[in-house]
């Protein structure tokens, strides 16, 4: 079967760095996204990956090897709106994508 | 930008009614819409897909004929949640597909059924 992992929640600081993980089994691998949902709100777009590296995107960037099935997505600064869930999400050979649960980011002052 | 304007934003129906909610494509051709639920902490789960002028594909599992769906035109898709029921509250979005990789997606539906 299709899964992605990523953990459920995490907490971090104001002004740090955080680094949120996922890994994947898929049939297929057209890409990787990246997410940000607030809450009640519809997912926003942050990064899409196809080849191994880094991308940086301002204060977040994004990273993958695909020989290992994982992603991260590395946040610096953190502010307090940062506070949301983010999704990782794969396109499969079918180009469907294939979503993360998100992990829930908690931001304190 | 491409964007996708979602309504109604939220809606309260009564149990046995039927609530339509509709995506517009406002700048874009949107050939291809899909229908998603969000259930709280939860991820967004694929209910079907819609093509201009065909039938839509449903994912296993959901009903088509409780989630009817229908995409007449480039530009607009629309989702009947029929004989609704208090497990039908969810959080519903749709998103069409930009290009070979980009996806957008409307601003979401909140669907209450008491």
């Known amino acids: 079967g299709q899964n992605i992992d990523q953990p459920t929640e995490m907490t971090a600081t104001e002004g740090a760095i955080v680094q949120i993980n996922c890994t994947y089994q898929?049939?297929?691998?057209?890409?990787l996204f990246w997410y940000q949902q607030h809450a009640g709100e519809a997912p926003t777009f942050l990064s899409y990956?196809?080849l191994d590296g880094l991308e940086e995107k301002g204060r977040f960037s994004s990273f993958l090897s695909r020989s290992k099935g994982y992603s991260y997505l590395l946040l610096k600064e953190l502010q307090m709106k940062d506070s949301a869930s983010y999704l990782c999400?794969?396109?499969?050979?079918?180009?469907?994508?294939?979503w993360g649960a998100g992990t829930k980011l908690i931001i304190k002052p | 930008g491409a964007v996708v304007s979602q309504h109604p934003s939220w809606v309260i129906c009564k149990s046995g009614t039927s609530v339509k909610i509709e995506c517009r494509s406002l700048?874009?051709?949107?050939?291809?819409m899909f229908w998603y639920r969000q259930f709280p902490k939860q991820s967004l789960m694929l209910m079907a897909t819609?093509?201009?002028?065909?039938?839509?594909?449903?994912e296993q599992g959901v009903e088509k004929d409780k989630f009817l769906i229908n995409h007449a035109s480039l530009t607009l898709s629309t989702l009947t949640v029929t004989s609704a029921h208090p497990e039908d509250s969810s959080f519903y979005i749709c998103?069409?597909?930009?290009?070979?990789?980009?996806?957008?997606f409307g601003s979401g539906t909140r669907l209450t059924v008491v």
């Open positions: 998103s069409a597909r930009l290009g070979d990789y980009g996806y957008t």
């Open positions: 700048d874009f051709q949107a050939t291809t």
């Open positions: 819609s093509n201009e002028g065909s039938k839509a594909t449903y």
């Open positions: 898929t049939s297929g691998f057209n890409g």
């Open positions: 990956n196809v």
């Open positions: 999400a794969v396109m499969d050979s079918n180009y469907q994508l294939i």
